[in-house]
C-alpha cells in the first residue's frame, strides 16, 4: 500500500515540477524573477525526491530492505543539501514578492536578472556546504550497535541513534545549523510579509490585493508545508524525538510537500493560466 502511495507522490511531483520548469521556460511573460526562482524551487523539488525515493520504492517493494554505507552516506548528504538549499531559497523567494508589492518602482533594480542568478547560486552554494559539515560529523561517529536505521531514509537523527559513542557534540551542532538554516529563514520570510501586509492594507485596488494574495498566499502555504515538519525534526535532540513520528513527519515533507508546490502555485495564478493558453493555442 505504501509502495502505490509513495509512487502516486512521486509521479506527481515528477509531472507537476517539470511542467512549471518548461512553461517558464518556453513562455517569454514568465521570464520574470519571481517564476526565475519557481524553477530554481521545482527543479530543486526534482532533485531532492530523486535522491531518495527510488530507493524507498526498492524497499517497499521487494523483501530486501537495505541499503550499501556508501549509498546511505551519499543519500544523506544530497536529500540534506537539497534541504537546506530549499531553506534559503524559500527566503529568497520571500524577499522578492517584497521587493515587487513594497518596492515596486524599485523592483527592476532590485531584482536585476545578474543579482537573481547571484542570489540562486547562494542557495546552492550554502546548502552543499552546509550538508557537508553535518555528513562529516554524521559519518564520524563510529555505528557501534546493530546497522538496522529505523527510519524511511539515510537522516541525521536516525543514524545518530546507532553511534555508541557520546553525540552531544554532533546534536549541538545539529541544534546550532538548524537554527541558522530553518529559525533564521523563516523570521525573515515572516518579517517580508509583516511588511507585505502592511503595504497591502493601503492599497486601494481590489485587483491589485487579489494578486498580491495570490501569489504570497501560495508562498506562505508551501512555506507552511516545508518548515513546519522541518523545525519537528531538526530542532530537537534526536532522543527526545519519537521514532513513529519523526518517521511519519519526515514522509510527510519529503514525499508529500514537494508534489504540493506545484498545485499550490499553478492552480489559483493567472499568469501560469494564461501561459497554458498561449502555449497550447
Not at 2 to 8: A, D, P
Request: glycine letters at 4%; charged letters at 10%.
Amino acid at each position: 500500500v505504501l509502495f502505490v502511495i509513495v509512487l502516486m507522490f512521486y509521479l506527481m511531483t515528477l509531472t507537476g515540477n517539470l511542467f512549471i520548469i518548461i512553461l517558464s521556460y518556453l513562455d517569454s511573460h514568465l521570464h520574470t524573477p519571481m517564476y526565475f526562482f519557481l524553477s530554481n524551487l521545482s527543479f530543486l523539488d526534482l532533485c531532492y525526491s530523486t535522491s531518495f525515493i527510488p530507493q524507498l520504492l526498492v524497499n517497499l517493494w521487494g523483501p530486501e530492505k537495505t541499503i550499501s554505507y556508501t549509498g546511505c552516506m551519499i543519500q544523506l548528504y544530497f536529500s540534506l543539501a537539497l534541504g537546506t538549499t530549499e531553506c534559503v531559497l524559500l527566503v529568497v523567494m520571500s524577499y522578492d514578492r517584497y521587493a515587487a508589492v513594497c518596492r515596486p518602482l524599485h523592483y527592476t533594480v532590485l531584482m536585476h536578472p545578474r543579482f537573481c542568478h547571484l542570489l540562486a547560486v547562494a542557495c546552492w552554494v550554502s546548502g552543499f556546504t552546509n550538508s557537508a559539515l553535518h555528513s562529516f560529523f554524521t559519518f564520524w561517529a563510529p555505528l557501534c550497535r546493530h546497522r538496522q536505521v529505523d527510519h524511511f531514509l539515510c537522516e541525521v537523527p536516525a543514524l545518530l541513534r546507532l553511534s555508541c559513542v557520546d553525540t552531544r557534540a554532533n546534536e549541538l551542532t545539529l541544534m546550532v545549523m538548524s537554527s541558522i538554516f530553518v529559525l533564521i529563514p523563516l523570521i525573515l520570510i515572516l518579517s517580508s510579509y509583516g511588511a507585505i501586509a502592511r503595504a497591502v492594507l493601503r492599497m486601494q485596488s481590489t485587483t491589485g490585493l487579489q494578486k498580491v494574495f495570490g501569489t504570497c498566499g501560495a508562498h506562505l502555504m508551501v512555506v507552511s508545508l516545508f518548515f513546519i515538519p522541518a523545525m519537528c525534526i531538526y530542532l530537537q535532540p534526536p532522543s527526545g524525538n519519537s521514532q513513529d513520528q519523526g518517521k511519519f513527519i519526515a514522509l510527510f515533507y519529503t514525499v508529500v510537500t514537494p508534489s504540493l508546490n506545484p498545485l499550490i502555485y499553478t492552480l489559483r495564478n493567472r499568469d501560469v493560466r494564461g501561459a497554458v493558453k498561449r502555449l497550447v493555442g
